[in-house]
Structures are given as structure tokens and as C-alpha cells.
């Protein structure tokens, strides 16, 4: 079975920049973050499809933020972010499509606090 590996969470001023990694032990899909914020059920955030470069973000405000890139040799996908408010503050889950359009595959996650 495919495995994620995230690393790259941690403390950030508002205003700053963090970048996210997942390292896939396989090819997939599609890959791609989501979220859980505190008290807030876990959301989608951003993804990008395997094949193609596509990428498909939840809200059109996160794209002068938020931006995933992926490097297929690696099977491993990086998510920056830029310009970090307090509301980002979540732990952010890395997933995979590894068949079909399901997200079946997710890591462990990684924390994420940004201060004001």
C-alpha cells in the first residue's frame, strides 16, 4: 500500500512562509492537502494532479497563497504557502488518488500554527 510521509509543519509569524512536503512511496494519482483546523471539521485545500500538472484549489483566494508543485521523480509534492494568517493555523494531511477519484490514502499530518 502506498505511503505519505509530510514534513515541514512548525511555528510562523502572520505574514510568513512555510512549505509543506509529502513523499509518496509509489506513484499515484493525484495528491494533494488537506486540513483541521481547531474545533472545524477537516477541509480540502489544494491538489494536483500526477499526470498533467493540474491543480485544483478549494477557494480562489488561496492562489496568490497557495501554491503545489510536484516532482514525480520523488513521488513527492510541495505545498507553499505565503502570507500565513492565523486562521491557516491547522494540522495539514497530505492524500492521495492512488485509483479511481478517491482519497484513499493519507499521512499522518503536520501542524501548522501561525501567530499573530
Known amino acids: 500500500q502506498v505511503q505519505l510521509v509530510e514534513s515541514g509543519g512548525g511555528l510562523v509569524q502572520a505574514g510568513g512562509s512555510l512549505t509543506l512536503s509529502c513523499a509518496a512511496s509509489?506513484?499515484?494519482?493525484?495528491m494533494g492537502w488537506f486540513r483541521r483546523a481547531p474545533g472545524k471539521a477537516r477541509e480540502f485545500v489544494i491538489s494536483?494532479?500526477?499526470?498533467?500538472?493540474?491543480?485544483?484549489y478549494s477557494r480562489d483566494s488561496d492562489k496568490g497563497r497557495f501554491t503545489i508543485s510536484r516532482d514525480n521523480a520523488k513521488n513527492t509534492v510541495y505545498l507553499r504557502m505565503s502570507g500565513l494568517k492565523p486562521e491557516d493555523t491547522a494540522v495539514y494531511y497530505c492524500?492521495?488518488?492512488?485509483?479511481?477519484?478517491?482519497?484513499?490514502?493519507w499521512g499522518q499530518g503536520t501542524q501548522v500554527t501561525v501567530s499573530t
Open positions: 492524500a492521495a488518488v492512488v485509483r479511481g477519484s478517491t482519497w484513499s490514502i
Open positions: 509509489e506513484g499515484t494519482i493525484t
Open positions: 494536483i494532479n500526477s499526470r498533467t500538472g493540474g491543480t485544483t
